[in-house]
């Protein structure tokens, strides 16, 4: 006898066999069942917060034993106490014959694998994904089905139309496969193995007799290939099976809330705060400690009658605009004086104040609104849905007299669904009857916001772009100031389960998506700086979202994060990469990263919060602000730190990612076997190279023909491997945009020349680089605000923006563009500049030569 449930919205159907037993006898067996597994349940339940503390803290083998044949038993207790729990509540319903209950329908259950018991399967899978459990009395947002918008990346689609994060991969699948399953009628059964192969993650396969099979790796086999402990109490049943990439491991698969769940949250909430703190407390200190010698000889200089500023390298251009701040004050001030009696102040009519332009005061407000006013430009708010279901910003900056601001509702966000081909308008006139400006996005780095763009006044890179003639777009990533998702809320795990895949995937391809509607073209422009551009690396790999690059004219990279600089092996930086990943979480949770960091921004003046976020940057990040304008620096400080997941800091700085293998898209032994291969190719002239790669691919085409497992063919294969063309292990095809890359020479914290190793040496052959400058002398964030930025890097860009744009005929020319010509993917331009310091000492020592 089969029992069916379906809800009344049709989204979910249960089937439970009860193998032709009377009502009756049924009903008993149930009572008894629920009777005889209470008392154990609650029992051993009452050891699980125990079970957190040691088994994954200590892991001492007796524990781990006590585990695997004590408490693991009584989970299985407790999820069959479940499952009689929802029948009993389902003949409940039927006994009151509840019009929105269920219906029953008796029915022989098929043999073993069959689409009936995919139903029960397919539900019980739907319920591990769910937005909530399914005894919710409202029932929204059940798992009805995973969308894969990239190869590792599936999206959980809700019955009612929402979205929730990412899943492992395996996960999503199983629901896929048992959807098809549930709604099949051919008879075709399913049936799931252990893999014979231990290297994979999973296969679908069909057996003889036209059966489905479905291959999952084993419990032991995952125990083998993970490197690491496992966290999260109980919620380590539901870690993800393996790691589909050495640099992207699975993220944690947390599941609707429960009490249990919601009782290990809370003590991962309650150690992250008193660990994360005290981690804070001696990062604090540490910045305060080390700032006590700078700030002994700033007095000694004083003391001497010296100007212990006197030595930064534009002194004089700061004195100069600190001056010109406080004369465009006083004459704001003046002519509000006048303006409050009525007449003309005798001092506006001096000569001097002129060409003055009148500001107002200048208080220090995390608001780019205000700096945009400052300047003559505004700002306007896009809310923006990725297609996980996260809420994020983005911020367009317009000329007033050229834009009139969308009303608030048409600004709000437009769903999940991206790059629809609709557009609110076709690109066309503007204010004035004039042509419109090309679009371009601007995307922030790590724990910042994109106000980063806008704190230098008329020098900013946003507001210098908006005044030459570009409409300017600051995309934010998730999470950010306000942390909203469509469906969670801030204390569910599932909102900070993501890293720098998922903003590279998701919050980046979103955000481009809703420039490409609000503007109405084809492709726009992407300055990223830092973090930024290390999500755009990722999001554009071919195993990623490489589709991502046609929406693109030109990626344009500051200081670019792809390979790690020597700060990783600072002390503090170590000791993140030395704990275990259950001490990471334990250390900063599972949810936002030092949270407090943001409570400070809220409590603490606006000065002294400045001041302490330069100290303990500048310590952690080994950064001065030697080319900045220190009378703006409060400023800049007021858009960071920003909400992050502890999630995406332990992809930066834990043992298993970034700070192992110092590369974004690389591990540590393939980029070093790289580099090797360049030292040993440099010694060879292009005709031997060229005979090794013709060589190489003879040898692997032989190889390839030779029976597996032979010795001879093994080495015959590695060794063509070593002689390989160097294109092989590229992380980009055909999709990727044209680069142009400006790297800080004097960096600790990135590696930007090895990057440009990477592309000059061939190792990447769908990549055009249109341009690339080393800055010796600049830091990380000198790139972005450094008082030359405008004209080492912002006229720079400028130019490249208008040389790569596909719409030139419908723009109008920006200004300082007039005379830049259009870049031609075919061939090398003679304006593609290369103009870093080593560059031009070489032309001068060649012209020297010359004229010897």
Same mark, same amino acid.
């Given at each position: ?177 048992? &959807? @098809?399953?549930? *709604?099949?009628? =051919? +008879? ?7 893999? /014979?192969?231990?290297?994979?993650? #999973? ?21 083998? &290939? @993970?490197?690491? *402990?496992?966290? =999260? +109490? ?7 099976? /393996?790691?589909?990439?050495?640099? #992207? ?604």
């Amino acid at each position: 006898m089969t029992l069916m449930a379906q809800h009344s919205d049709g989204a979910t159907r249960r089937k439970y066999s009860f193998c032709g037993y009377p009502r009756n006898i049924q009903v008993v067996y149930l009572l008894f069942q629920q009777s005889f597994h209470f008392p154990c349940f609650f029992f051993f339940s009452l050891l699980r917060p125990f079970k957190v503390l040691r088994l994954y803290l200590v892991g001492h083998p007796a524990l781990v034993e006590l585990h695997d044949h004590v408490l693991m038993p009584f989970s299985y207790i407790q999820r069959t106490f479940g499952q009689v729990t929802k029948l009993n509540s389902i003949w409940s319903n039927i006994e009151t014959e509840s019009p929105a209950a269920m219906s029953v329908e008796v029915q022989r259950l098929p043999c073993e694998g069959s689409a009936e018991e995919a139903v029960v399967e397919f539900t019980h899978q739907s319920e591990k994904l769910s937005f909530q459990p399914p005894d919710s009395p409202d029932n929204k947002g059940v798992a009805v089905e995973a969308i894969f918008v990239a190869p590792q990346d599936a999206v959980i689609v809700t019955s009612d139309g929402n979205r929730l994060p990412a899943v492992p991969v395996t996960e999503a699948y199983k629901l896929n496969v048992l &959807r @098809d399953e549930a *709604e099949r009628h =051919d +008879g075709v059964k399913v049936h799931v193995r252990k893999a /014979s192969d231990s290297r994979d993650t #999973f296969k679908e396969t069909e057996d003889s007799e036209g059966d489905r099979v479905l291959s999952f790796p084993s419990e032991e086999e995952e125990k083998k &290939r @993970d490197t690491s *402990e496992s966290t =999260d +109490g109980n919620l380590k049943r539901s870690m993800p099976p /393996s790691y589909t990439h050495p640099l #992207f491991p699975p993220l944690p698969l947390y599941g609707p809330p429960s009490r249990w769940r919601d009782i290990q949250c809370l003590l991962f909430r309650f150690s992250s705060f008193f660990l994360s703190l005290a981690f804070l407390g001696v990062i604090v200190l540490g910045s305060l400690f080390t700032s006590i010698p700078p700030a002994f000889q700033h007095i000694w200089k004083r003391l001497g009658s010296k100007d212990p500023d006197a030595d930064r390298p534009f002194y004089q251009e700061e004195r100069r605009r600190k001056q010109s701040r406080e004369k465009q004050l006083r004459l704001w001030r003046r002519r509000k004086s006048a303006r409050h009696l009525d007449h003309e102040d005798s001092e506006d009519n001096d000569e001097s104040d002129s060409d003055v332009k009148a500001v107002g005061p200048d208080p220090i407000v995390c608001d780019i609104g205000f700096y945009a006013c400052r300047v003559g430009l505004d700002v306007e708010t896009h809310l923006v849905e990725t297609e996980d279901g996260f809420i994020i910003e983005l911020w367009h900056v317009y000329d007033p007299e050229e834009y009139t601001p969308l009303p608030e509702e048409e600004r709000r966000h437009k769903g999940p669904d991206l790059f629809t081909g609709k557009f609110r308008r076709e690109p066309g006139q503007t204010k004035n009857n004039m042509k419109p400006k090309f679009p371009v996005l601007l995307m922030h780095g790590l724990l910042q916001s994109s106000g980063a763009y806008c704190v230098n006044d008329e020098d900013s890179l946003a507001f210098f772009l908006c005044k030459s003639g570009y409409d300017v777009w600051l995309g934010n990533n998730r999470c950010g100031f306000k942390p909203r998702h469509i469906l969670l809320e801030y204390s569910d795990p599932r909102m900070w389960c993501w890293n720098i895949r998922q903003m590279g995937v998701f919050d980046l391809a979103a955000l481009t998506s809703r420039v490409l509607y609000e503007t109405g073209f084809e492709k726009i422009g992407l300055i990223a700086h830092s973090q930024g551009t290390t999500q755009t690396f990722v999001a554009l790999a071919k195993e990623q979202r490489p589709d991502l690059g046609e929406k693109l004219t030109v990626f344009c990279a500051l200081a670019p994060a792809a390979y790690a600089g020597p700060l990783i092996g600072k002390m503090y930086f170590k000791f993140m990469r030395v704990i275990t990943p259950a001490m990471f979480r334990m250390l900063f949770g599972i949810h936002a990263f030092i949270p407090f960091m943001m409570t400070m921004h809220s409590l603490l003046h606006p000065r002294v919060y400045g001041w302490l976020g330069y100290k303990v940057f500048s310590f952690l990040f080994n950064w001065t602000d030697r080319r900045w304008d220190r009378d703006l620096k409060n400023r800049m400080f007021q858009f960071a730190p920003v909400y992050v997941s502890a999630e995406s800091m332990r992809w930066w700085l834990g043992r298993e990612c970034f700070a192992k293998h110092k590369c974004i898209l690389a591990t540590k032994e393939e980029w070093r076997a790289e580099e090797k291969e360049d030292r040993e190719l440099d010694k060879l002239d292009k005709q031997e190279r060229s005979r090794n790669e013709k060589k190489a691919d003879k040898i692997l085409k032989a190889a390839e023909r030779d029976m597996e497992g032979n010795h001879e063919s093994e080495k015959s294969k590695h060794a063509a491997r070593k002689m390989r063309p160097k294109g092989s292990r590229a992380w980009y095809n055909h999709q990727a945009p044209p680069f142009a890359l400006w790297v800080c020479g004097n960096d600790a914290l990135v590696d930007g020349t090895k990057l440009l190793r990477r592309f000059d040496g061939g190792r990447e052959p769908h990549v055009k680089v249109v341009h690339k400058k080393v800055i010796e002398e600049y830091e990380h964030l000198d790139v972005i605000w450094a008082m030359d930025a405008v004209d080492q890097v912002f006229t720079e860009i400028r130019e490249v923006l208008w040389k790569t744009c596909n719409a030139r005929d419908l723009c109008r020319v920006p200004e300082g563009c007039e005379d830049v010509p259009a870049w031609s993917p075919d061939g090398h331009e003679d304006t593609q500049k290369e103009v870093d310091d080593g560059m031009e000492s070489d032309s001068s020592s060649s012209d020297e030569d010359g004229s010897s």
